[in-house]
């Protein structure tokens, strides 16, 4: 069973920024997109970036131009860089990984907070 441990949230001023990781256990399958999702008090959860093994991004209209995604295969993690943090960007923050396997894991998530 692969587990996915995310990290990186808190409490932050708008403008500022935050770096999310999320890194997975290991597996005998190999990881072809990693993403991270978000859902607001009161929302549906939502797209905010993901990418692919090969390194193709793609990114919610909301967050083009101010978050960046990375990934790092030989750890299976993933990044996201947060820039310009603004207090529409409050939410749980959630990780998600697809294997070439067809399963789909989610990490726990993980409290982003903008204060304005």
């Known amino acids: 069973q692969v587990q996915l441990v995310a990290s990186g949230g808190g409490l932050v001023q708008a403008g500022g920024s935050l770096r999310l990781s999320c890194a997975a256990s290991?597996?005998?399958?190999?990881?072809?997109?990693m993403g991270w999702y978000r859902q607001a008090p009161g929302k549906r959860r939502e797209l905010v970036a993901t990418?692919?093994?090969?390194?193709?991004?793609n990114y919610a209209d909301s967050v083009k131009g101010r978050f960046t995604i990375s990934r790092d295969n030989a750890n299976n993690t993933v990044y996201l860089q947060m820039n310009s943090l603004k207090p529409g960007d409050t939410a749980v923050y959630h990780c998600?990984?697809?294997?070439?396997?067809?399963?789909?894991?989610w990490g726990q998530g993980t409290q982003v907070t903008v204060s304005s």
């Open positions: 998600e990984f697809s294997y070439n396997n067809g399963r789909d894991y």
């Open positions: 990418i692919t093994s090969g390194g193709t991004t």
């Open positions: 290991a597996s005998i399958f190999s990881i072809n997109v």
